[in-house]
């Protein structure tokens, strides 16, 4: 498939999206607070947002912004996110980038991808969950949902996983300001609809439009 046709393909998966789940929202629940956000992605590394967002509830409570983050006791910390797994290392990557927004950042989430990357723990995908929820910038979240299903889409060859290829091979194909809300939307599809063990292909909003269900019929 030519890049033009995936281009139009993935304007019609945006639309149909949209139709399907009109509000675009983060399943993190954050409360619109730019450090909570990151301090959620982090956690949902390998975890559930469901998860995520239950262990937050007492995780704020206890260290409510990043300053009592920064200068809070470790071993705490560790305690209360060990439910969402890895949580040494986790803990250290939230206690660690909260003390440098706090000394180095004065206190505000950088803006651009470079300085994102420089928090402990933050990667590309984390990066870009900022980036799109907080400044409203372009960006491409390629979790699991997003590398899967836009695979299955014909976006590009379902076994390629690496997730910074697939991310600028989105940028070329997907409107810049329409990045961060397809990427919500196609978590709350794949949950629903497409997810990785037992897709429901029949009658799928998305079936006109996926190479994975024209592979499954002509057999």
Same mark, same amino acid.
């Given at each position: 498939?030519?890049?033009?046709?995936?281009?139009?393909?993935?304007?019609?998966?945006i639309?149909?999206?949209?139709?399907v789940?009109? +509000?675009?929202e983060?399943?993190?629940?954050y409360?619109?607070?730019?450090?909570?956000?990151?301090v959620?992605?982090?956690?949902?590394?390998?975890?559930? +947002?469901?998860?995520?967002?239950?262990?937050?509830? *007492?995780?704020f409570?206890?260290?409510?912004?990043?300053q +009592?983050?920064?200068?809070?006791d470790?071993?705490?910390?560790?305690e209360?996110?060990?439910?969402c797994?890895?949580?040494?290392?986790k803990?250290?990557?939230?206690?660690d980038?909260s003390r440098?927004?706090i000394e180095?950042?004065?206190? *505000?989430?950088?803006s651009?991808?470079?300085?994102?990357?420089?928090?402990?723990g933050?990667g590309?995908k984390i990066?870009n969950?900022l980036?799109?929820?907080?400044?409203?910038?372009?960006? #491409?979240?390629? +979790?699991?949902?997003? #590398?899967?299903?836009?695979?299955?889409?014909?976006?590009?060859?379902?076994?390629?996983? @690496?997730?910074?290829?697939?991310?600028?091979?989105?940028?070329?194909?997907?409107?810049?300001?329409e990045?961060?809300?397809?990427c919500?939307?196609?978590?709350l599809?794949?949950? @629903?609809i497409?997810?990785?063990?037992?897709p429901? &292909?029949?009658?799928c909003?998305?079936g006109?439009? &996926?190479?994975?269900?024209?592979?499954?019929?002509?057999g």
């Amino acid at each position: 498939m030519r890049r033009a046709e995936k281009r139009e393909r993935m304007l019609g998966v945006i639309e149909a999206l949209k139709a399907v789940y009109p +509000d675009a929202e983060c399943a993190l629940e954050y409360g619109g607070d730019p450090w909570r956000l990151l301090v959620m992605g982090r956690l949902s590394a390998q975890c559930t +947002d469901k998860r995520v967002n239950e262990v937050s509830l *007492e995780l704020f409570r206890r260290f409510p912004t990043a300053q +009592d983050m920064a200068y809070g006791d470790l071993s705490e910390i560790e305690e209360i996110v060990k439910p969402c797994g890895l949580y040494r290392m986790k803990a250290a990557n939230i206690k660690d980038a909260s003390r440098m927004l706090i000394e180095e950042f004065d206190g *505000e989430l950088p803006s651009d991808m470079d300085g994102l990357l420089r928090l402990p723990g933050v990667g590309r995908k984390i990066a870009n969950l900022l980036l799109g929820d907080v400044f409203g910038l372009p960006a #491409i979240v390629c +979790d699991t949902h997003m #590398i899967r299903i836009c695979g299955r889409l014909g976006m590009y060859k379902e076994s390629l996983k @690496d997730p910074t290829k697939i991310e600028f091979i989105l940028r070329e194909l997907v409107p810049p300001e329409e990045g961060s809300d397809l990427c919500h939307r196609v978590v709350l599809f794949g949950r @629903d609809i497409c997810s990785a063990r037992s897709p429901r &292909c029949e009658g799928c909003p998305l079936g006109e439009l &996926c190479e994975h269900r024209k592979r499954i019929n002509n057999g």
